[in-house]
């Protein structure tokens, strides 16, 4: 039995949305349309027109934020408010973000700003491929240092660009390969333009704004050895190293990480930075490392000579819509026979939460934030009431594996569950929800857009009022 170690003082509980799953309000106020707005999947819900309408409820959602007795909020700045075609500033979009802190920091709720949740100017994608394109650097350094001077004053705590490794891993987030496009090819490019785009706005943050923190964003599925098989072990490491080669090994280690960049030679690929460009990612130095944990991986070995060369995906495995990614030569995705999943196939892995501490920051020696963690699930609506008790169970037990965390000497400097208020999840609508306040809405009817506190609301406003010691 460890000595446990309470909680830090000043421990940011929060939790987190992003601008194109809750504001709704797409065309207003001189908005432009976002990558987000204008994709059309036809197997799930992607409507970002309305959905949870915090744009025009935001005051009434931050009195629930204060009720709960949230720390922080975090949140993500739509880039096509503040500039509609990605060329030109809409003040009307700043004075949105400028009423937003304002109202957060008069309720005393300390701001995590996060600069790019997977919504770039659809024009800046049609122009030249979006992230394809290092000219996406300029932009986005453009958009990040009007935000460092609008809200530089009151907002103490940004991320720059939200799972950037996750985009490789999905490239359907971000809008899509452009057409003729290799895929290879694209993971290689939007990597490296995110690195130095993460590594610019990292060293004008730190210019214009020496008291601010800035960190990178990855999203972080430990990988476990599916046996143990030294191939599989083997597998196991090379996801790892895989899921954080980019950005964090460069901004943090300021080197390229060789398993990886083998990889891409074996296919005909040199994706070798410049060493010009290496040093300037390497002076980038976050502050702190934020990461997304949802659930875990498992690893098997691929060998080089299997039938499908090729990565690709693994169709069978998961129950539901998930599939595993492949990436021959380095590791194939499999199966947990030991974990719960969610309703959606997920796995439900608490203790993968503090070996995912545990290792990155022994890797990255940085503090760490938890910017995401949460179930999704389908909840009812009952006489006002939802009894989300099944939420409380998963988000209970990965903070009580976060406190060990903290008890094995790693410095965590928050914690912010996905999500603050019903959203459009990413994959699923409405239909998969995450919030510790239900919506009334469902995908295919808005309804009232009436908010209702859930059973989870309450356990974690103890939660927060004991500073973590009541779980
Ligand atoms: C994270 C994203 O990776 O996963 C969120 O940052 C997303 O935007 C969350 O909502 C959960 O995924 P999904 O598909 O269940 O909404």
Redesign the pocket.
Same mark, same amino acid.
């Given at each position: 039995h460890l000595v446990q170690k309470p909680f830090p003082e000043n421990f940011l509980w929060g939790a987190a949305t992003?601008a194109y799953?809750v504001e709704g309000a797409i065309e207003e106020d001189g908005k432009g349309i976002s990558v987000q707005d204008s994709k059309n999947f036809s197997n799930y819900f992607h409507d970002t027109t309305v959905t949870s309408d915090h744009y025009h409820r935001f005051r009434e959602d931050i009195a629930l934020m204060k009720t709960l007795g949230l720390k922080s909020y975090r949140f993500s700045i739509a880039w096509t408010r503040i500039y509609p075609d990605g060329e030109t500033l809409n003040p009307a979009g700043v004075s949105f973000y400028n009423q937003l802190i304002d109202e957060l920091i008069k309720n005393n709720i300390e701001p995590l700003v996060t600069l790019y949740?997977?919504d770039h100017p659809q024009s800046l994608q049609e122009n030249f491929g979006g992230w394809y394109s290092e000219q996406m650097i300029t932009h986005f350094l453009t958009f990040a240092v009007t935000c460092f001077h609008a809200f530089g004053d009151r907002v103490r705590w940004f991320m720059t660009i939200?799972?950037s490794n #996750?985009v490789v891993l999905y490239p359907d987030l971000i809008g899509g390969v452009p057409a003729g496009i290799d895929v290879e090819v694209w993971r290689f490019q939007v990597s490296r333009v995110m690195a130095l785009a993460n590594a610019r706005v990292i060293q004008s943050c730190r210019k214009l704004l020496p008291q601010a923190k800035i960190g990178p964003c990855i999203?972080y599925a430990i990988a476990y050895p599916a046996t143990s098989a030294p191939q599989d072990v083997m597998a196991a490491l090379n996801e790892d190293e895989f899921r954080t080669f980019y950005p964090l090994d460069l901004l943090c280690l300021g080197r390229q990480n060789p398993t990886v960049v083998n990889f891409f030679a074996c296919r005909g690929l040199d994706i070798r930075l410049s060493p010009t460009e290496l040093e300037e990612i390497k002076g980038a130095n976050p502050d702190f490392i934020a990461f #997304?944990y949802?659930q875990s991986d498992v690893a098997k070995a691929c060998p080089d000579e299997s039938e499908e060369a090729q990565p690709g995906f693994n169709q069978e495995g998961k129950k539901g819509g998930f599939v595993y990614p492949r990436f021959p030569g380095l590791y194939a995705g499999d199966s947990n026979p030991y974990l719960e999943r969610n309703d959606?196939d997920w796995e439900i892995d608490p203790v993968g939460l503090r070996i995912a501490c545990r290792k990155l920051f022994d890797r990255y020696q940085l503090p760490l934030m938890i910017t995401?963690n949460g179930l999704?699930a389908r909840d009812t609506l009952a006489n006002g009431e939802i009894n989300d008790a099944y939420r409380i169970d998963y988000l209970q037990k990965h903070v009580e594996q976060m406190q060990l965390a903290i008890s094995d000497g790693v410095p965590l400097l928050g914690y912010y569950p996905?999500s603050f208020i019903d959203l459009m999840?990413?994959? #699923?609508g409405y239909n998969?929800r995450?919030g510790f306040v239900y919506v009334d809405r469902e995908d295919s009817d808005i309804k009232t857009l009436t908010r209702y506190k859930k059973a989870s609301f309450y356990w974690y406003q103890r939660l927060i009022s004991s500073n973590g010691a009541l779980l």
């Open positions: 992003a799953q949740h997977f939200c799972e #996750n999203g #997304n949802y959606w995401e999704g996905w999840s990413t994959s #699923n998969k995450y």
